[in-house]
Structures are given as structure tokens and as C-alpha cells.
């Protein structure tokens, strides 16, 4: 049978980085425009982007679905208290903080320090369209969550909602409108522990600082740029996360049962998908062609020899 050889990638890991970056950043941004050879590497990164907004928007307009199925439900049952609440174990151990704003500038903060600080390092384009790629899938498969299973709003909130559902999808994207029967599936868990992951798994490839903990006792990063250990840096990002649950729970924004889903379905997704890329080139398909293009140029991905060797199936 025939049979291809991988061979091992050197070394992803750089040296940190320090003010030296932002330089650097900017001179990559530069050659991305005067070269079409360049421009064409960035294609990526400009799906992803489109594919993160279509799955949004996606979701936007099934967080309404899920909206008007819940009200014409009530409605039809008319026993049924609009102030339910489900039993929820955290509500009743923690205290209530019902500023839940609160939660939206947690996350939003987050997020946009935890990328552009991917965006000033060697591997920006590759760990950047990751992370839409991934938020885009998670936020396709909470559209079908919360439309299928609708739980009551533990806050009590009142929704906005006024127009077309493929209309309000635009306003519940830019926060000017919400819904407040989308529980199921937490959006904000996978939104504060995609960011996580992402410190734990690449800050250590990238540094900008040298403040690993004991980075001078063993290495941190594998060969493929997988972490091996705890840095202070992503131990600061798990404790952010654990932090953003707490105050998920207090403000009663979630069930916790909404914040396990999000956060494990999260979890797996990431390892999945930071794991099989390293396999994309063993087995010709579509799926991972479109790998393949997808993450060209990746880091922390092997290549493959072209040529095949002939053996004798035993």
C-alpha cells in the first residue's frame, strides 16, 4: 500500500516579543496591501470574519424564534407565572447582584484586550481567524440550543423585540434590542472561555513578556507549540473565567446548568479543532482541503512529504 511521511515542524516558539512587536505588527498590516501575493495569505482571516458575522447573525435571529415560540407558549398557558424561575443552586448559596451590564463590559472587555493582543504577536493571522472560526460554529450551534429547549429567564428582564425576526437579528447583533429567553447554551461562558483558551493554549508560543512561571525550569511549549504547563498569564486568564461564572450566577444572567453546556461544548470544540488540524493532511477529503487552505502557513501544524512510498499490506 501506499503510505505518507510526516515530518515534525522546528521549533514554533519565539522569544518575547517586547514594544518591538507593535512595529513589526504594523510593517506586516503594510505588505498585506502593496502585495496581491500577501493580500491573497489574508483571505483566511477575511473568512473567517465574514463566516463569525453570518453565524451572529444566524444566531440573532433564532434567539427571536425562541423568543416568540416561549411568548405564544405562555400565552396558550395561561396558568403558568410569567416571574417563573427554575431551582438553581447557585441562585440560592450566592448573593444577587442585579446590574447584569455588568456581565456585557466583563466580556466585551475581554475579548477585545485578548485579541488584540493575539493581533501584536509573529502568529497573529493564524491564531486570530481561529478564534472566529471557532465563535462562528459556536454560535451555530446555539442557535438550534436555545430554539429547541427554552428555559424562563432567571433575571426577570424585559425583551425589546418589535419587528421581523430577520429584522431584529440586526439590532440584537449591535446590543440596541435583546431577548431574554435564550438560556440555554450561555453565549457569554463560550465567549469568556474561548478567549481563555486561547491564552492558555498560544500566550506561551507568543510572548510579549518573559513572567512565565518557572519558564526558567522547564519548558513551557512542545515542538508543535502545545502547552505544557501552567504560565502566569494563562493561570490569570483561568482565573478571569472562574470570576465571569461567579458573576454570571449572581446576576442570575444564566442557570449554571446554561454556563456548564457552554463552557464544556467550548472546551471540547477547541481541543478538537487545535487537534485534528495537526492530522488535516492524512486523509484526502473536502473538509480537509478547505483545512488545508484555511490554515495555511498554521505554526503548530505538520506537513506532509509529497512523495509516496510504496509497501506491502501485511
Same mark, same amino acid.
Given at each position: 500500500?501506499?503510505?505518507?511521511?510526516?515530518?515534525?515542524?522546528?521549533?514554533?516558539?519565539?522569544?518575547?516579543?517586547?514594544?518591538?512587536?507593535?512595529?513589526?505588527?504594523?510593517?506586516?498590516?503594510?505588505?498585506?496591501?502593496?502585495?496581491?501575493?500577501?493580500?491573497?495569505?489574508? $483571505?483566511?482571516?477575511?473568512?473567517?470574519?465574514?463566516?463569525?458575522?453570518?453565524?451572529?447573525?444566524?444566531?440573532?435571529?433564532?434567539?427571536?424564534?425562541?423568543?416568540?415560540?416561549?411568548?405564544?407558549?405562555?400565552?396558550?398557558?395561561?396558568?403558568?407565572?410569567?416571574?417563573?424561575?427554575?431551582?438553581?443552586?447557585?441562585?440560592?448559596?450566592?448573593?444577587?447582584?442585579?446590574?447584569?451590564?455588568?456581565?456585557?463590559?466583563?466580556?466585551?472587555?475581554?475579548?477585545?484586550?485578548?485579541?488584540?493582543?493575539?493581533?501584536?504577536?509573529?502568529?497573529?493571522?493564524?491564531?486570530?481567524?481561529?478564534?472566529?472560526?471557532?465563535?462562528?460554529? $459556536?454560535?451555530?450551534?446555539?442557535?438550534?440550543?436555545?430554539?429547541?429547549?427554552?428555559?424562563?429567564?432567571?433575571?426577570?428582564?424585559?425583551?425589546?423585540?418589535?419587528?421581523?425576526?430577520?429584522?431584529?437579528?440586526?439590532?440584537?447583533?449591535?446590543?440596541?434590542?435583546?431577548?431574554?429567553?435564550?438560556?440555554?447554551?450561555?453565549?457569554?461562558?463560550?465567549?469568556?472561555?474561548?478567549?481563555?483558551?486561547?491564552?492558555?493554549?498560544?500566550?506561551?508560543?507568543?510572548?510579549?513578556?518573559?513572567?512565565?512561571?518557572?519558564?526558567?525550569?522547564?519548558?513551557?511549549?512542545?515542538?508543535?507549540?502545545?502547552?505544557?504547563?501552567?504560565?502566569?498569564?494563562?493561570?490569570?486568564?483561568?482565573?478571569?473565567?472562574?470570576?465571569?461564572?461567579?458573576?454570571?450566577?449572581?446576576?442570575?444572567?444564566?442557570?449554571?446548568?446554561?454556563?456548564?453546556?457552554?463552557?464544556?461544548?467550548?472546551?471540547?470544540?477547541?481541543?478538537?479543532?487545535?487537534?485534528?488540524?495537526?492530522?488535516?493532511?492524512?486523509?484526502?477529503?473536502?473538509?480537509?482541503?478547505?483545512?488545508?487552505?484555511?490554515?495555511?502557513?498554521?505554526?503548530?501544524?505538520?506537513?506532509?512529504?509529497?512523495?509516496?512510498?510504496?509497501?506491502?499490506?501485511?
Amino acid at each position: 500500500m501506499s503510505r505518507e511521511i510526516l515530518i515534525e515542524i522546528s521549533d514554533p516558539t519565539v522569544p518575547p516579543a517586547g514594544l518591538a512587536i507593535f512595529k513589526t505588527t504594523c510593517i506586516d498590516i503594510g505588505a498585506t496591501y502593496s502585495s496581491f501575493k500577501e493580500f491573497k495569505k489574508f $483571505l483566511p482571516v477575511l473568512f473567517s470574519i465574514f463566516w463569525f458575522i453570518c453565524c451572529g447573525y444566524w444566531n440573532s435571529v433564532f434567539q427571536v424564534f425562541a423568543q416568540e415560540r416561549y411568548t405564544k407558549w405562555l400565552s396558550m398557558n395561561p396558568d403558568i407565572p410569567r416571574d417563573l424561575i427554575l431551582p438553581d443552586f447557585f441562585f440560592k448559596i450566592l448573593p444577587h447582584l442585579k446590574q447584569s451590564w455588568i456581565c456585557d463590559v466583563y466580556i466585551g472587555s475581554y475579548i477585545v484586550f485578548s485579541n488584540f493582543r493575539f493581533l501584536f504577536s509573529k502568529y497573529r493571522s493564524c491564531i486570530v481567524k481561529r478564534y472566529f472560526l471557532l465563535n462562528g460554529v $459556536l454560535f451555530l450551534m446555539r442557535s438550534f440550543s436555545i430554539f429547541f429547549t427554552i428555559m424562563p429567564d432567571p433575571s426577570l428582564s424585559q425583551s425589546d423585540i418589535k419587528y421581523n425576526p430577520f429584522i431584529e437579528g440586526f439590532y440584537l447583533m449591535f446590543g440596541i434590542h435583546k431577548t431574554t429567553y435564550d438560556c440555554m447554551f450561555s453565549g457569554h461562558t463560550a465567549s469568556i472561555m474561548l478567549c481563555t483558551l486561547m491564552w492558555h493554549h498560544y500566550a506561551g508560543v507568543v510572548p510579549i513578556l518573559d513572567v512565565d512561571v518557572c519558564g526558567k525550569c522547564r519548558k513551557m511549549v512542545s515542538k508543535t507549540g502545545y502547552p505544557l504547563g501552567v504560565s502566569l498569564t494563562s493561570l490569570f486568564a483561568w482565573v478571569y473565567f472562574l470570576f465571569g461564572v461567579l458573576l454570571f450566577c449572581m446576576t442570575h444572567l444564566h442557570y449554571f446548568v446554561d454556563i456548564y453546556i457552554g463552557g464544556v461544548v467550548t472546551f471540547l470544540l477547541f481541543k478538537m479543532y487545535n487537534n485534528y488540524v495537526t492530522t488535516m493532511y492524512t486523509r484526502d477529503n473536502a473538509f480537509n482541503s478547505f483545512l488545508r487552505w484555511f490554515e495555511q502557513g498554521a505554526f503548530d501544524v505538520t506537513d506532509v512529504v509529497g512523495e509516496q512510498l510504496d509497501d506491502e499490506l501485511i
